[in-house]
């Protein structure tokens, strides 16, 4: 089980602690921000990339595979869902947008193309990826509120 705990002080710098690890998330200076770290969608985006690269790497560690670097360049477009040619309602479920997240992979090293296709086949299927397709349950709870009654 993963555990993240997330902390906004004033501004919107969000501090982000798990394990021994300390990152920042934050908005762009135009928008409020002080750009001391990604934004929220870019860190989605990149811990998508980084697992999928991660996940191809150690595939190809134990295949004994010449995978010398991987690189992955994602990005997220949102459609409305009668502008997506493969929308399936059953696959992306019923709303009026989808969000396509675009994973453009380059596997570098002494490959055969069916090696590389494998590796395509195998990045569709690390974690994250598997988060973010798979049905997710999300529990909002509120832990406590700190409330401070002012005399009248």
């Known amino acids: 089980m993963a555990n993240v705990k997330v902390t906004l002080g004033a501004g919107l710098k969000a501090t982000i602690q798990t394990r021994d690890h300390i990152t920042y998330i934050d908005e762009p200076v135009a928008d409020g921000g002080t750009d001391a770290g990604p934004m929220a969608t870019e860190a989605l985006i990149g811990a998508l990339a980084a697992c999928a690269a991660i996940t191809t790497r150690l595939y190809a560690n134990r295949k004994g595979w010449a995978l010398e670097s991987v690189e992955i360049e994602v990005s997220r477009q949102r459609l409305r869902v009668e502008d997506y040619p493969d929308y399936d309602p059953v696959k992306h479920g019923v709303g009026d947008t989808i969000n396509e997240l675009r994973q453009r992979m380059t596997f570098t090293g002494d490959l055969t193309d069916e090696q590389r296709t494998r590796l395509l ?9 598997r988060i973010l397709t798979d049905p997710v349950a999300m ?4 832990i406590s509120a ?3 009654e002012r005399a009248v």
């Open 146 to 148: 700190d409330v401070t």
């Open 139 to 142: 529990i909002e709870e509120l």
């Open 121 to 129: 086949e195998i990045a569709g299927k690390c974690p994250v990826h």
